[in-house]
T-cell receptor
């Protein structure tokens, strides 16, 4: 069964600090890897989308990296803000049909003043 | 643009009752999706529609039916609700079902089945 594991489960950081969230997956071969931000009580919002051939993708203070050899991705948040408090979800889509898409359980980030 | 809208926002059902969750998008997207999100689990795909007139099962289709009414609307029906269907349901849409297309999610419907 395809799996997507995220770590840590939760994280508390001070405003202004940087942090890195991890995503390990077993989906292979895969078509693309996405990172979403989900505020409490809201739907997910897309941050980055990387195909299997890409190594890095940025969206403002968010930078995602991908190592297809080790099947790992990370999401780096620079100069954190209080509004970054949310869950961050890693999603991997395999080749051969979207029905096999796998979502991670997310990392809950809290940014404190 | 309202983006993706879902109705209702909240719903409480008794076991065995039926209901339809409505979803509409105003972005002229071709592809639409239904997911459920349960505590401690990742979102799971229920059904998706790559384009108007087509629907396909996702990971957890049992107990659900869908209708792609037109390009804008994609509804999810629970024929006989069960407590295991208590969840938050999200609808999403994307321009095409391509690997690099961004999916836009609605605000969700919180369903409780007693």
């Amino acid at each position: 069964k395809n799996q997507v594991e995220q770590s840590p489960q939760s994280l508390i950081i001070l405003e202004g600090k940087n942090c890195t969230l991890q995503c390990n997956y077993t989906v292979s071969p895969f078509s693309n890897l996405r990172w979403y931000k989900q505020d409490t009580g809201r739907g997910p919002v897309s941050l980055t989308i990387m195909t299997f051939s890409e190594n890095t993708k940025s969206n403002g203070r968010y930078t995602a990296t991908l190592d297809a050899d080790t099947k790992q991705s990370s999401l780096h948040i620079t100069a954190s803000q209080l509004s970054d408090s949310a869950s961050y979800i890693c999603v991997v889509s395999p080749f051969g049909g979207y029905q096999k898409v796998t979502f991670g359980t997310g990392t809950k980030l809290q940014v404190i003043p | 643009n309202a983006g993706v809208t879902q109705t209702p926002k909240f719903q409480v059902l008794k076991t065995g009752q039926s209901m339809t969750l409505q979803c509409a998008q105003d972005m002229n997207h071709n592809s639409m999706y239904w997911y459920r999100q349960d505590p401690g689990m990742g979102l799971r795909l229920i059904y998706y529609s790559a384009s108007e007139g087509t629907t396909d099962k996702g990971e957890v289709p049992n107990g659900y039916n869908v209708s792609r009414l037109n390009k804008r609307e994609f509804s999810l029906r629970l024929e006989s609700a069960a407590p295991s269907q208590t969840s938050v349901y999200f609808c999403a849409s994307s321009e095409q079902q391509y690997s690099t297309d961004t999916q836009y999610f609605g605000p969700g419907t919180r369903l409780t089945v007693l």
